[in-house]
């Protein structure tokens, strides 16, 4: 049966209601009795009829995606299966394989849907010029610096760089971030730099640079730290030898009594020679020496009074 290839409503008509149901237009165009892919875009060229209702019901099939999405999600037949094992024992064990097929069927369900229709079913902001009527501004976009607010929209072609700095109030307080007024500031800069064509801006004070002595004392009220105004601190540590390596901790032993003889140093070292020979390597140092003292007081001191 040969494919239709003139325009006709009727088939139009089909191939919309089956989008609205939920198939795609490469399996629409598989039937007999329709036609091929590329007559169907061959009238969308040429119809803005057929255009405006061709983009209408692939929304309508987007949305017949997130219910599917919906109806994958929440089915959980065939989550649990059960298993023998090699004991013989059947026990319930999570299906692995269909809970990753179900995440393929989602996630694929959920990219076709935010690329066909981002507005809204898209992760971030509509893209420009999505669903926009011939002639319609296209090069809008929300607010380029500070915080989006509510109907804040500009005109643009070219992004402008706008590189912040400390900013100080004619009476030399400082402009918090995040503020109103520090947004209108930044946004300010921002039009008067695309209007004159530049690129980038500065705005505020860079105190890295060298800045008025008052302005770094401000800043040094507000974080603390110690900023150089003409650069002369900075020359000066420049001047200033590298610092030598951080000091090692070295062992310092306890000195021996200076007390003992090199005769008695001998007898020590020969009981020392003695303990590594005779006693046991895991023996704890204190059953060694309650040993000796025990046998040293048996033999001088007697039986009688070893224990004291």
């Known amino acids: 049966m040969a494919r239709p290839s003139e325009y006709s409503p009727e088939i139009v008509d089909a191939i919309c209601d089956r989008m609205v149901n939920g198939q795609g237009l490469l399996k629409i165009c598989a039937d007999e009795g ?3 892919r590329v007559t169907v875009y061959r009238w969308l060229a040429s119809n803005p009829e057929f255009r405006k209702r061709f983009a209408e019901a692939r929304e309508a099939l987007m949305d017949f995606y997130a219910e599917q999405i919906l109806n994958i999600a929440f089915d959980e037949s065939g989550d649990v299966i059960l298993d023998q094992g090699k004991d013989g024992k ?3 064990v999570a299906n692995h394989a269909k809970v990753q097929r179900d995440r393929l069927k989602v996630d694929s369900l959920k990219w076709t849907a935010s690329r066909l229709f981002p507005k809204r079913y898209g992760d971030k902001m509509e893209l420009l010029g999505q669903n926009v009527e011939e002639g319609e501004a296209v090069n809008k976009i929300s607010v380029i610096t500070g915080v989006p607010r509510a ?14 700095h400390p900013m100080l109030r004619e009476d ?3 402009i918090p971030q995040g503020t109103p007024e520090h947004d209108a500031a930044v946004e300010k800069a921002a039009q008067e730099a695309r209007a004159k064509g530049a690129k980038s801006v500065r705005l505020g004070y860079d105190l890295s640079d ?4 008052s302005v770094a004392d401000l800043m040094r009220e507000v974080d603390g730290r110690t900023r150089s105004v003409d650069g002369r601190e900075r020359a000066g540590a420049a001047e200033r030898p590298p610092a030598g390596p951080p000091p090692q901790l070295t062992y310092q032993p306890t000195p021996p009594p200076a007390d003992l003889t090199p ?3 001998s007898r020590i070292a020969r009981v020392s020679e003695l303990i590594e020979q005779i006693a046991p390597s895991d023996e704890m140092p ?8 025990t046998a040293l007081r048996r033999h001088y001191l007697g039986a009688s009074q070893q224990a004291v």
Request: aromatic share 8%; charged share 20%.
């Open 34 to 36: 329709m036609p091929g």
């Open 263 to 265: 005769e008695a140093w």
């Open 210 to 213: 060298g800045a008025d002595a």
């Open 172 to 174: 030399g307080s400082l």
């Open 151 to 164: 109907g804040d929209t500009i005109q643009w072609k070219d992004p402008v760089r706008v590189i912040v």
């Open 286 to 293: 204190e059953a060694v020496f309650g040993i000796i003292e």
């Open 90 to 92: 059947t026990s319930a």
